[in-house]
């Protein structure tokens, strides 16, 4: 690298998992160059280097004529100190873009194909637009079985896998998760801390929200840190055989954190992304048995029992090639679970559960416990059947409470911060009965309110799947902490509340009280 040498300053902006350079338009490099907005460029310093895009800019106030700029995320990659001596120039074109750009034009990709494009993701080589131009691809062009296969390796190949078998024998490391489009669904917060207290290893890392208004980590950011090392991660699991922690600090399947970084705002899951992302996570966390929680709804991410059952036969295809035991449980989709709708709401309904708070959510609590039950029975002591009954025991005996707060303690304790203090509620339009709940214009509006990213943002649901109401009567009350959001979300419910209000004839047929499918 020949380049001119410039100083580097930390312009702190936040790109979100993409590495970016600025420089001035006056700058000599700039003009000599010929650099242009949006080049993708490598920057070299103290014998580092990274891959970054280039903006050019005309504000001496933001990178002055012989400065480079870097964002945080530039920044934090290179490691050097503001001030110190650094290079640019043009870069070269990531080694599997031509992978890409099979793909985007609809071939097939090899097993070599896919680790190479993970190598350069990873390597933080791909542009926002490069990546987005992944995403959609395997979105429009659906991946196979073999290619899920071979994508979610490759997304363990390029990050940290943990092993615990020589801490546990042969015994299981469980998890389990939700493939997510269910607003209030926080049962992974509850399964947790029943199954360690039952003795069994859970080190469970979560995303946070994609297209929901609260992924778990984000919840559990409510109650206890989340951004844990992966040194500090081990130690809490061998000292609680738990976790609820964020699996982006953890560099577990890091490919995967910067493709969710894109996904989020196009609001793009598809099927294989999702597959790939969710096993090479629990995988590369250790985990040797993982229960799956796929709900069915008409607005659910999966919306009929085929569909299901496809995803489940996938699902179960690439987690045997890759030694995983799966066990995966269809449920109704058809409503939300609990009432909070947003961190803090979705964090106060699991620490009612926790304390068997006659306020409780119950669709919540008997939920988790089914869930937890399942997970239970990889015990090869537990007699297949009797993970319920154990579950519910743990919960009611306060062994549960006991253990979430031991967790807590050591990811280190948070005061949660109150619910929004700006409120609306949102009035039934008709009287009559609760025949469906739209979750995702639901999920819309509490993302409305400034959530998940405004902690106390979110909507608090009073009303469930036949239940009688009256007009005027509050279906869901809004929380806010900022007049604009409050006024959004409020615009949005009031055009259409996602709550549908029929006779009682009009209740689908098929409604079982919110109980599992299968």
């Known amino acids: 690298m020949n380049g001119p040498t410039l100083r580097i300053r930390r312009v702190g902006i936040d790109t979100w998992r993409e590495n970016v350079a600025y420089l001035h338009r006056d700058c000599p490099v700039v003009r000599a ?16 280097t990274i891959a970054a895009v280039l903006n050019v800019v005309d504000d001496e106030h933001i990178v002055q004529t012989c400065d480079l700029g870097l964002s945080e995320e530039a920044f934090a990659r290179l490691q050097v100190a503001e001030g110190h001596a650094a290079r640019i120039e043009h870069a070269e074109p990531p080694p599997s873009i031509a992978a890409l750009h099979r793909k985007i034009a609809g071939e097939r990709l090899s097993r ?18 490069e990546l987005a131009a992944f995403v959609v691809a395997t979105n429009q062009f659906e991946l ?39 607003p209030g669904n926080r049962t992974s917060m509850l399964v947790v801390p029943i199954v360690t207290a039952h003795g069994m290893w859970c080190p469970k890392t979560s995303s946070r929200a994609i297209t929901s208004p609260a992924g778990t980590a984000d919840t559990m950011e409510m109650l206890a840190e989340v951004e844990l090392p992966l040194e500090q ?17 953890a560099d577990l399947s890091p490919a995967d954190d910067i493709l969710i970084s894109v996904e989020r705002p196009l609001a793009i899951d598809s099927p294989g992304q999702m597959v790939a992302s969710i096993l090479s996570k629990k995988i590369a966390a250790g985990s040797t048995h993982l229960v799956l929680d796929i709900p069915v709804g008409p607005s659910a991410k999966v919306r009929s029992m085929p569909e299901a059952q496809r995803l489940k036969k996938l699902f179960e295809y690439v987690a045997a090639r890759l030694g995983l035991q799966l066990d995966a449980v269809i449920t109704d989709g058809r409503q939300p679970v609990g009432r909070g709708i947003g961190p803090v709401l979705e964090a106060r309904d699991v620490m009612r559960v926790l304390n068997n708070d006659p306020d409780a959510p119950h669709d919540l609590r008997q939920k988790a416990l089914r869930l937890a039950g399942r997970v239970i029975e990889f015990d090869p002591d537990v007699r297949g059947g009797d993970g319920y009954r154990i579950a519910r025991d743990i919960l009611e005996s306060g062994r549960a409470l006991a253990q979430m707060n031991a967790i807590i303690g050591a990811q280190g304790r948070r005061t949660p911060p ?5 409120v609306f509620e949102v009035p039934a339009a008709r009287s009559g009965v609760v025949v469906g709940i739209d979750n995702l214009r639901l999920a819309r509006i509490a993302r409305m309110t400034g959530a998940p990213q405004v902690a106390g943002a979110g909507a608090d649901l009073f009303v469930r799947l036949g239940e009688t109401v009256r007009e005027g009567e509050p279906l869901y009350r809004l929380h806010a902490r900022f007049e604009a959001d409050l006024d959004f979300a409020r615009r949005m419910a009031l055009q259409d509340s996602a709550v549908a209000i029929g006779a009682p004839g009009e209740l689908p047929a098929e409604f079982v009280g919110g109980g599992d499918l299968s």
Not at 148 to 167: C, F, N, P, Y
Not at 418 to 422: M, S
Request: glycine residues 12%; charged residues 20%; aromatic residues 6%.
């Open 33 to 48: 160059a010929g650099f242009q907005a949006l080049a993708k460029v490598t920057v070299q310093a103290n014998g580092q």
């Open 418 to 422: 109150q619910p929004g203090a700006l």
């Open 233 to 249: 991660l081990q130690q809490i699991v061998r000292s609680t055989r738990g976790c609820l922690a964020w699996g982006g600090t």
């Open 144 to 182: 196979d079985r073999d290619e899920v296969l071979h994508l979610t390796e490759a997304m363990i190949a390029v990050g940290k896998r943990i092993d615990w078998q020589h801490e546990v024998g042969r015994g299981p490391v469980v998890d389990k998760h939700c493939i997510g489009g269910i």
């Open 112 to 129: 070599d194909d896919f680790f190479a494009v993970m190598q350069d993701v990873a390597a933080a080589r791909y542009s926002k637009i």
